[in-house]
């Protein structure tokens, strides 16, 4: 599907250079001479490296969709991640890398959703947040009482958040997946 250059939004997947692009920032750019355009950050879904771009309205891109199935999380084997479609029962291999950082949220059986073009697989959704224990915690320091005072902790899965000072080890609380921040307690 073709877009003009100036309805680039963050999130959009693009054919640009012979590749496949996601839009990580975009921003309208009125300068006081000349037409305006948009000032977009692509990052490159295959080998992750990023370019910055000027796209003008009267120019045209190609817009890629992407198709999206529920899989579940069955595990991890060295730097290979294996999932099952919901539907088919299939299973394939993601390479771990291509979550990041994300990689250490995966829970047994959780489900999320592959994005994939062309049948390859190039993007792994995770649910929004996640509940995990803390497994350590720093003890409160006596007169720390500033409202935005945190601590550093430890999850489970080994990823350190920082969380407020009432927040012990053994407790359960929410993880934002996305950034990787103390969203609140869980409800048990």
Sequence with gaps: MKINGNEIRPGNVINHKNGLWVAVKTQAVKPGKGPAYAQVELKNLIDGSKLNERF?????????????????????????????DLESYDQIQIPQDLLEDRAAFLQDGMTVTVESHEGRPIGVALPDQVTLEIVE?????????????????MLENGVRVMVPPFIEAGEKIVVDTNEITYVRRAES
């Design 137 to 153: 915690a720093d003890p409160v320091v006596k007169g720390q009482t500033a409202a935005s005072s945190y601590k550093p902790a």
């Design 56 to 84: 003008r309205a009267s120019e045209t891109v190609e817009r890629v969709r992407l198709e999206q199935k529920d899989h579940q999380f069955l595990f991890a084997e060295g730097d290979m991640l294996t999932f099952m």
